[in-house]
């Protein structure tokens, strides 16, 4: 799929832009970018300008009016703080997580796979494998795998690797567990992307030199994968800290689970606290576009396409 | 030459278990589609084909099948449509604000859903539109269009310029160009980018259930009927999908790899 696009994919072979005829140029860009305009950019004005409003006086229900209520977001925060600490925490190891069982696959694929380009296309279709089953359904197989009357629970339960009053679902780390599996596929591919066009005779020269297998993977493997650490860490972060799906309590998740996610839509859809739901998104999206800048920093902005 | 190497069957044992990891809950709906059921879909009670040969019974299932189907391709055929436009222009021509636009292209992609799911719908609350089918539409069609033009965006820079100034030397007029050489060139990045568009949109929950209003979609669906049990109808729906998808995948690639194979040998 084209997350593998991600990874600086594309980029090499292409041919500097040749025309310059602005106008045509302009009619084929307009449509789609006032499309964004309108149902990207103006829905993350519209979240600012909510943020700040304040209660109708008629304390009718989800009736808001214009307002400058900074004060929302001290009330998000102050309310909210282990819902957003708990957010980052999550996708911060999941991230890892999905890092660390990442890399020796698309290793494999990428690599030792090189000169069988069949297999190697099999199996990157597996890797992508989840994302043809529902998200949803894929995500509430692993509730049932684990669930307390199930049979890993039980047999956990009777070789004593879990305590007879502890459960899996609901835990912290069966949410962390399904957020990890869910976005595997987000590492994979741009990580496979980097490692496919790695030049084993750099490794070979390393090797020669006397450099231990450890070390040739640490000062020459790491550091020429790095751009595909860093986009697959991106891509992965970025919608795990913004899911909810996992961590509600129909699915991973249990009382003590919730995250930003499901504060923005139980504040949304049920209580209609629209303005504590568009500050937290605020501020989501804040951490979110600190995160990009970093990496356009790093990269420039034709490599994000 | 390295002698022993650990790594020579550590990597091929690690990736088996890596790849039954990730193909453990597919095993699992597929499975529990075949559930002889009552009442509830989580304890094995038998093997039926009951569940596949009358999906429809099911309250809702196939009524939710049908929209996601229906917003799919609708949203699919206008996000690639101007998807393709913009990956054009971007590759072959020069303008203005470059970055700016690369930005604006790459922000929905990196916006997370809740995000993109609250701004669109707060923005339909401040006009007063009522949700629905057409709100899904809208906001498939924006979150697809940037995949759509990465797909693309790909494809049209490995195409040969030289193609169209031969079409162009030879009297045909700009429409004919794009007609007769560009679009064909262009179809299979065209193809793979609606394929793509198709799936998100399909698959997609966070941001449809802001939108949905009382709408269904297969994903909303199921997140409803979680709380009881998702249905065995879901799971037969699910991994008919699923079949469906990987056959397609599999014979692209092996008549790719074939195709491939042909040319090497110098046909």
Known sequence: MAFAAFGHGGGGQQSSPTKSNAKVAFFLLLPGLAYLGLFFLTPLISLVITSLEAPDPTGDIGVYQYGFEVGNYWYAIQTFWPHIARSFAYAFIATIAALVISYPLAYFIGVRLRTRPLLQGLLLTLVIAPFFISFLLRTFAWRQIFS???????????????????????????????????????????????????????????????????????????????????????????????????????????????????????????????????????????????????????????DLL | MKRFSLGKWALPVYSTIAFVYLLIPIAY??????????????????????????????????????????????????????????????????????????????????????VLGAGLASQFLSMGVDKGMTTIIIAHVMFCLSFVVVTVKARVASLDPALEEAGRDLYASPAQVFWKITFPLLLPGIMAAALLSFALSFDDFIITNFNAGPATTFPKYVYTAASKGVPAEANVIGSAVFLFAILLVVTVQVRGARKAKRLAAGN
């Open chain 1, 148 to 302: 307390s009357d199930g049979v890993v629970v039980q047999f956990m339960h009777a070789t004593g690797l879990l305590a007879q009053n502890q459960y899996i679902a609901g835990t912290d780390f069966m949410v962390i567990f399904g957020l990890t599996y869910n976005f595997i596929p987000f590492m994979t591919l741009p990580l496979f992307t980097t490692l496919e066009r790695l030049d084993i005779r750099l490794l070979e020269a390393s090797s020669d030199l006397y450099a231990s297998p450890a070390i040739t993977f640490r000062k020459v493997t790491l550091p020429i994968t790095m751009p595909g650490i860093i986009s697959g860490t991106l891509l992965t972060f970025i919608p795990i800290a913004g899911d909810f799906v996992n961590a509600s309590p129909e699915f991973l998740g249990g009382p003590k689970t919730a995250m930003i996610g499901n504060v923005v839509q139980s504040s949304f859809l049920e209580t209609q606290d629209y303005p504590t739901a568009s500050a937290l998104s605020v501020m989501l999206m804040t951490v979110i576009l600190i995160l990009v800048s970093v990496y356009v920093k790093k990269s420039g902005t034709e």
């Open chain 2, 29 to 114: 709906t597929f499975v529990f589609s075949f559930n002889n059921t009552f009442k509830s879909n989580i304890s094995w009670r038998g093997f039926t084909f009951d569940n596949w040969l009358h999906v429809c019974d099911q309250q809702g299932v196939c009524e939710a099948f049908g929209s996601s189907l229906v917003i799919g391709v609708i949203s699919t055929v206008i996000a690639t449509a101007m998807g393709t436009a913009i990956a054009i222009a971007i590759v072959r021509y020069r303008f203005k604000l470059r970055s700016i636009v690369n930005l604006l292209l790459f922000l929905p992609m990196a916006t997370p859903e809740v």
